[in-house]
């Protein structure tokens, strides 16, 4: 069975949900390649730009870190050079309004936060969990929620559940919060705590990877983002089916280094564009309609 391509190699460290469930939000996932600069006529806001630190200024250019790996969130179009997905418009849509051009670089997510303490990189927008951990070395700004959810091969021949995956083998991605936080908490209050066989967890350098050992039945599901796994079965409707409901969405982030003096212009930037169109249209069309947030609020760490 041929199955959708997600990824080259991926290490993006996907949002957090927590142990409650909630229905998925949105309109199922787009699948357009959108490659249209969506920042094209946008102006910059002069409160955000006022906010700039002078050496950025003077620098003229935004430098984002970006796992280019995980759609619709952040990929590479066909073309194989063209960054797109909602993390990249937003990158855009941020540099717009603060008056810089934009520079995307593409590089593992296990890399983004030391780069940002490095210097490397001024922020990352990739769909970034927050966590008490990574809010004692970054400054977080919610921009958008998503949740966690299990895709099984179609037909969901084992008959999973999202509240009955005792026993079951799902495949995670290395480093994602699924995999360091989210499934053993599901593995505590569903299965040990209750003297059921634990999921078993088999951690793969991507979510392809998993999806590819999902549709030959060498795993029973894939655990990982909702916006990503919808896309996939979108992609490959007779290849896969995604389990509802959604473990609860919560807000993710844009990050940049602790008390990085670009904070403050970022987060009016981001504040901007939620109150403009263009926020909904960048939601819009990747498949995140109802999933936004109505304010660019410092993060606080999410639920244990």
């Known amino acids: ?50 906010l700039l630190p002078a050496e950025v200024k003077a620098k003229g250019t935004l430098v984002t870190a970006e796992d280019l790996t995980s759609p619709p969130t952040t990929f590479m179009a066909s073309d194989n050079k063209t960054p797109i997905g909602f993390n990249p418009d937003i990158a855009r849509l941020i540099a717009a309004k603060l008056g810089l051009k934009l520079d995307i670089k593409n590089v593992k997510f296990d890399v983004i936060i030391p780069g940002l303490q490095g210097n490397r990189y001024d922020l990352t927008v990739s769909t970034m969990g927050t966590s008490a951990e990574r809010l004692k070395v970054l400054d977080m700004i919610n921009y958008f929620t998503n949740g966690s959810t299990v895709a099984t091969a179609a037909g969901n021949p084992k008959h999973l559940a999202m509240d009955s995956l005792c026993g079951a083998t799902l495949g995670v991605q290395s480093g994602s919060t699924q995999e360091l936080k989210w499934l053993p908490k599901l593995n505590q209050q569903n299965c040990v705590s209750k003297g059921k066989d634990p999921i078993k967890a088999v951690a793969l350098p991507s979510v ?80 995140f309609t109802g999933l936004g947030v109505t304010k660019a609020e410092r993060s606080k760490p999410q639920p244990k």
């Open 1 to 50: 069975m041929s199955v959708v391509v997600l990824t080259a190699t991926m290490s993006l460290t996907a949002c957090s949900t927590n142990a409650g469930t909630v229905p998925a939000g949105g309109g199922g996932a787009a699948t357009t390649e959108h490659t249209d600069d969506i920042s094209a006529g946008v102006q910059p806001d002069p409160a955000a730009v006022a």
């Open 208 to 287: 392809s990877d998993a999806l590819t050992q999902v549709a030959s039945r060498r795993i029973d599901g894939v655990f990982y983002d909702a916006t990503s796994l919808t896309w996939a079965k979108a992609k490959q409707p007779n290849a896969f089916d995604v389990l509802q409901p959604v473990l609860n969405p919560l807000p993710v982030a844009v990050a940049l280094n602790l008390n990085s003096p670009l904070t403050p212009a970022v987060q009016a930037a981001l504040q901007s564009i939620i109150d403009s169109p263009k926020y909904q249209e960048a939601l819009s069309r990747w498949g």
